[in-house]
Structures are given as C-alpha cells and as structure tokens.
C-alpha cells in the first residue's frame, strides 16, 4: 500500500511517456469509491435543485427501438430537475428512477463549481502531480459521465485540444475505453467524429477496461470511444493546457476586468458625451471619458505588456492557490472578533500565495485575489501559514501591530478565513473526509 504522492505519480509519468500514452492504474481509491460516490449525488442534487440543465445536465435516452439519441424536448432535463436524488439513493438508482427501463447517459459539466469538498479530495490526490509536471494554465475542471448508453453517444472523437482527463470510475458498472492514435485513426476513417460504424473500427483499436476503483488516464489527442453497457458512474477530472490563441482571449477578458466605468455618479445620470469632431488624433473623447475610467491605481502606469504580465501572474497565483480549481465557492464572512483567542491553520493541501504592486499587495487564497494595503509583514504571515502548522492568531498578527491596530490585523486574517484559505485548528473536518492516502495502492 502506498499513498498517492510524488512517488506514486513520478511512476504514473514514467509508464506514461510523461502522460502521452493511456494508462489504467487499477484499483487506486476502491476505499473511497463509496464518499465519492456520496459526493457526487450531493453534486447532482444540488445541481438538480438549482435546476442548472444550462451549465449541467446534457441528457441521451434510448428511443422505443433502443437507438440512444439526444433528448430532444428537454422533457427528461426537466424531469431530473423535478426529481432530485433522494436520500441514500444512489446515482444508479436514481437513474433508473427518472428513465425505466431505457438506456441513458447523463454528462454533467463544471462540477467543480459544485462542491468545494470534493474539489479538496480531488486536490489531494493531484496536488504532488500538478508539484510535478507544474500548473496548467486554464487550471483542472471536473465532467461527471453516468449512464448505460453504450457507446459514448458523441462516438469516436478526440477531446478538445490539450485536455488531458483522469478518469475515477465510482462503477457500479465497468467501462471499456477503446483509444486510436491520431494518425492511425485518420488513416482507417475517413471522417473526423464517427458515431456510425464504431465496431468496425475497434480491432484497431487499444481496449482498456477498468472498473470501480480503478484511474484511467488518457491524453488529448487519442481518438476515443467509450463503452458503458451497465449503469455506472465516471468522475473526469481535465488538466486544461491551452492553446496560446484560447490563452490570449482569456488574458483579454481578465484585463477588461480590471476596468471599472465608474457608475451610480450623480454627474453621470445627465451626462452625454459629446459628438465626435471628426478631427483625426482629436483627444476630446477620452478627455471626456477619463473621469470615468477606474483602474487600480497600481496598475494605472502600467504598459500593455506589463498589464498582460501581471493578469498572466494574478491567474497563476489564483490557479495555485485553489488546486488548479477556476472557478470558486462564494465567502462566508466572518466577524474579525470571532478570532480573538483561537488558533488556525492553513486549509490543506492548498497555499496562499501574493503579489506586491506599489503600495498594495494582493492576496491570493482559495482562487480569490484580495487586494488591501501593503504591510512588509504580510509576506512573512503567510509564509507562516503556508508551513501548515497551526499558529495563534495573537501570535500571527503581531509583526502587523504598531503600523497597524488590532483590529485591522485580525481583519485580514479573518478575510483569508472567510474566503476558506485558513480554518481553526482542530476544527472537525468535513463528515466525508476519509483517512484517504494511507489507503491508496500502488499502480500496476
Ligand atoms: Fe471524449
């Protein structure tokens, strides 16, 4: 038995070709199957409720002659959302609930936006690998497969470029992924996405079939098609490496969001701007506009370049310090004074991380960036908690005091509390947290 740590990955990479080649690492988390399991109907209840088919549900059912088709009227969408999980009811049986007798499958985008416990357990495991082959740059993001439909019904497809997908089956049922390499698909089919003659296609293909426990992993750029005959369960976890162009775009988007047009300003409710003079090179439309533009006066000098540098070093540090999750669970507020007399430590296996930019530094916790005034201690406050020992809050703001009050110290602590990067020590974990690495086996 081993855990799931530097060890066990640098193995993953090496009978990989540094994750270029899929693997089935066979019974690696079967101790865990059942929590996950749990999880992920918690995901799917909680998706259900909020009726979230737009970024959720993307449902297949069987016709009378058994021929898996999209659903075409949303009716059976609406029906998982009318019909959430039941208490202790399985995904399985939940399924067999909403769609009888016919054959189904359920894919579920996001779902990291979904729980952030099981982002923690996911986080866990892939932490050492991501130490290892680095961060991704559009971070890790998770896709939930259920069902019995057969063959996937998108039929033989590559993935999108440069995502590459760990595969946790939580069964009951197994699945077989039948992988061919680029070239060799291109070669014998003459289409690019074939839902049609699958079978005559798979003797060239490499078969790899896995069960409840097991990790299959693959890389982007096989052409695939999965096989699911009895209901089961596939929790997909993607390394999302981007191609520069997609990279570029979200960059832009970033920048973007750090303008701010100033609004609700008495001046703006009767103000127009004026007409354009026609003058090439006329400076008087962004005269007009200047007053409001609002952009973080430490970036206000910024070059374009530089502006990019930075949104490129504020997605990384959010990246690295929420496990490569994007996008993110909404703070708790905490009242500052709720820390007075406790100790805390830093929420595992995640860090914190910071940039300082003039007078300001950003904090980077859980994904969030926080941007408050610059204090030399800062640094130092987190790399204490980053060493993960739990540390009196007494103790942690003292380097602030003298520049600043108590109170304002505590306040930033409780900010990195609220925004989940620090908990109390010896706070009871979450109910679902199992013993987990010490019961991990060793890749075949
Ligand atoms: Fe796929």
């Not at 690696?28 to 959720?56: C, H, M, P, Q, Y």
């Not at 923690?120 to 559009?138: E, F, S, V, Y």
């Not at 440069?162 to 003459?190: A, C, Q, R």
């Not at 406790?342 to 991380?353: A, E, G, H, R, S």
Request: proline letters at 7%; hydrophobic letters at 45%.
């Amino acid at each position: 038995m081993q855990k799931i740590d530097k060890a066990w990955w640098q193995n993953v990479l090496a009978n990989t070709e540094n994750l270029r080649e899929p693997i089935v690492l066979p019974q690696v988390f079967e101790n865990e199957v059942d929590t996950l399991s749990e999880l992920t109907v918690d995901i799917f209840r909680k998706l259900a409720l909020a009726r979230g088919t737009e970024s959720g549900f993307r449902v297949w059912v069987s016709d009378e002659h058994g021929v898996i088709a999209p659903e075409p009227t949303k009716a059976y969408d609406d029906r998982l959302c009318d019909n959430p999980p039941l208490p202790g009811e399985s995904i399985a049986q939940w399924g067999k609930r909403i769609f009888g007798d016919r054959k189904f499958g359920i894919i579920m985008n996001d779902g990291q936006l979904y729980s952030a416990e099981m982002n923690q357990q996911i986080a866990r495991k892939i932490q050492p690998l991501l130490d290892l082959i680095g961060m991704p740059l559009t971070g890790v993001s998770t896709t939930y497969f259920v069902g019995n439909y057969g063959y996937t019904p998108l039929g033989i497809h590559q993935d999108r470029i440069g995502e590459d997908v760990f595969h946790f089956h939580l069964g009951p049922g197994p699945k077989v992924m039948y992988t061919w390499d680029e070239e060799l698909y291109k070669s014998i089919s003459g289409v690019m996405n074939n839902r049609t003659n699958i079978e005559e296609l798979l003797p060239a293909a490499n078969k790899y079939p896995f069960e409840a426990g097991d990790i299959f992993f693959m890389p982007w750029d096989k052409y695939h098609v999965g096989y699911s005959d009895e209901i089961s369960l596939g929790l997909t976890m993607w390394i999302n490496n981007p191609t520069p162009a997609f990279f570029i775009r979200k960059l832009a988007r970033s920048i973007l969001g750090e303008i701010t047009p100033i609004k609700n300003h008495a001046v703006m409710l009767n103000t127009v701007l004026s007409p354009d003079s026609g003058i090439p090179g006329d400076p008087k439309i962004f005269e007009e506009l200047a007053p409001y533009l609002q952009v973080d006066e430490a970036m206000a000098d910024l070059s374009l370049q530089e502006f990019m540098q930075l949104s490129i070093e504020n997605y990384r540090m959010g990246l690295l310090s929420n496990g490569g999750f994007v996008l993110l669970q909404a703070p708790e507020p905490m009242a500052p004074d709720a820390l007075l007399g406790q100790t805390v430590q830093l929420v595992q296996p995640f860090k914190l991380f910071h940039i300082v930019l003039k007078h300001k530094i950003f904090l980077f916790v859980r994904g969030y960036r926080l941007s408050i005034a610059y204090h030399p201690a800062l640094p130092g406050l987190l790399e204490r908690l980053n060493a993960g020992e739990p540390v009196a809050v007494a103790d942690l703001i003292e380097p602030l005091l003298g520049e600043w009050t108590e109170e304002v110290a505590r306040y930033v602590v409780a900010l990195l509390f609220s925004h989940r990067g620090i908990e109390l020590a010896g706070a009871a974990q979450p109910a679902h947290a199992p013993a987990y690495a010490e019961q991990l086996a060793v890749p075949a």
